[in-house]
């Protein structure tokens, strides 16, 4: 996936009220950015770090930039949690996720189970329809990739939610995209949401497929590219 346009790099002051950041341009400029990530951003907000921002030319918008990257010693993590979506949906029609290969069609955000919307449904070719649902993945446990970052009701929701599809015979995955290159292996975050440790243990038990992939990151583009070994 390429960005539309270049980002533009900055300097992080501070992060506050979850979805605002103020940084700092090159210029000298001083400016609020909004920010796609509800999560905690445990190691990703400290002032004075390295950002990457996104422009939009829409007049609509409050907030004309974004932030998308932030530099970690020397790997870019990806903050934005709205783009693991379109990473994925351009790797599916890429064929790059091998599991998930061999499909002709494509749904994304398909209602099902309890007043929710799975992120994407294969169907067509030979196999039957599976249910997809992906997960943005930036914190870092010692040599480890994590999830979540924080307490989510509406994660251990999916997984519930997916282990029932399961049990009825239908195909599912939760599929955990990393976006940063410096973990050797991706494992749960027990101590940081052990209801959403426990229900996937309860969904790979029912029989729903995990998976995780990290991803290329540049200041061009982020790509999903290779497995990551899974340590649950």
């Not at 409050?62 to 870019?76: H, P, Q």
């Not at 039957?128 to 914190?139: D, G, I, R």
Request: hydrophobic share 40%; net charge positive.
């Amino acid at each position: 996936m390429k960005f539309p346009s270049p980002l533009v790099r900055a300097r992080l002051i501070k992060r506050y009220k979850r979805f605002l950041a103020d940084v700092e341009l090159e210029s000298g400029e001083c400016l609020t950015a909004h920010i796609a990530n509800p999560g905690a951003m445990t190691g990703l907000a400290e002032p004075g770090m390295e950002v990457w921002l996104s422009k939009s030319d829409n007049p609509k918008r409050k907030l004309a930039y974004s932030w998308e990257l932030v530099r970690v010693g020397r790997c870019l993590v990806g903050v934005n949690a709205g783009l693991p979506n379109a990473i994925v949906e351009e790797a599916l029609r890429g064929g790059t996720i091998r599991e998930l290969a061999g499909y002709s069609e494509l749904r994304r955000e398909v209602p099902y189970g309890s007043n929710s919307r799975v992120d994407f449904v294969l169907s067509g070719g030979r196999r039957k329809p599976h249910y997809v649902e992906v997960k943005n993945v930036t914190l870092k446990q010692g040599k480890l990739a994590a999830f979540p970052d924080s307490v989510t009701a509406r994660g251990t929701k999916h997984l519930v939610e997916l282990a029932s599809l399961a049990r009825k015979g239908t195909l599912a995955t939760m599929l955990y995209v990393v976006q940063r290159r410096d973990c050797d292996a991706f494992t749960v975050a027990g101590d940081i949401d052990p209801a959403y440790a426990a229900a996937l243990v309860e969904a790979r038990a029912a029989g729903v497929g995990v998976l995780c992939y990290v991803c290329a990151m540049r200041t061009t583009s982020i790509r999903l590219e290779t497995p990551m070994r899974i340590t649950i």
